[in-house]
């Protein structure tokens, strides 16, 4: 991962990723895509108020970065916050509503809400204008999952893994999508490639675990 490379090496030995996260986060706090990371994390985590903390602190060196935006509102979105998911995105609204940033926040915020078709929409318009972009992909791919549309996903997540092969989450997206299906043995088998990622992905360690104890549905 990159952000060990900004710690010593006998440091960043003895520290876990989750430390190392934090730690280089810490000492480099104008690197807005390391501090996104590290929120990211802290939101699989369920650390909601931390990430708040720690995106909030980003935001007051760049208070117009879409970027971080989308990552407060998904804090927002992860937490279930129904009440407050409609406007969770006005802040990017206001600053450019035709940005891939703002409109990837509203199609997220339309999921929060169980509102597949109109995230559906957003995506697949996203999708033809910027189909080389992750997370664009990577979200089609969640939202696909979400519906059990099996064939799709799939196809989803391989792509986002082709744009993005350093990035793990679409090969835990993948495996937990086989899980949902059913399919134990190609699941495990797919999760077992990114297991040393389990310790900032928990829905990974899980997942193993239910698969290991046979638990799995």
Do not use: H, W
Not at 55 to 66: D, E, F, G, K, Y
Not at 94 to 108: F, M, Y
Not at 140 to 151: D, I, L, P, S
Not at 158 to 170: C, I, S, W, Y
């Amino acid at each position: 991962c990159l952000f060990f490379s900004a710690l010593p090496i006998s440091e960043a030995a003895s520290l876990s990723k989750r430390e190392a996260l934090a730690r280089a986060a810490l000492d480099a706090p104008n690197d807005l895509n390391l501090q996104i990371t590290y929120v990211e994390a802290l939101i699989r985590a369920a650390e909601f108020g931390e990430a708040q903390a720690v995106v909030s602190r980003a935001l007051r060196r760049a208070p117009r970065s879409l970027a971080l935006l989308l990552a407060e509102a998904r804090i927002v979105f992860a937490r279930g916050d129904l009440r407050n998911a409609r406007r969770a995105c006005a802040k990017l609204q206001r600053i450019d509503a035709r940005a891939i940033e703002t409109r990837l926040c509203v199609a997220e915020g339309f999921l929060a809400l169980q509102r597949s078709a109109r995230a559906f929409e957003e995506l697949d318009a996203l999708i033809r204008e910027a189909p080389e972009r992750f997370d664009i992909r990577l979200a089609r791919a969640e939202a696909m999952r979400q519906r059990m549309q099996f064939e799709e996903a799939a196809a989803e997540y391989r792509e986002a893994a082709r744009l993005a092969p350093d990035d793990p989450r679409p090969t835990i997206g993948l495996g937990l999508l086989y899980e949902a299906a059913g399919r134990k043995t190609e699941a495990r088998k797919i999760l077992s490639e990114v297991s040393g990622e389990g310790e900032l992905y928990p829905e990974l360690l899980l997942a193993l675990g239910r698969l290991s104890s046979g638990l799995a549905a």
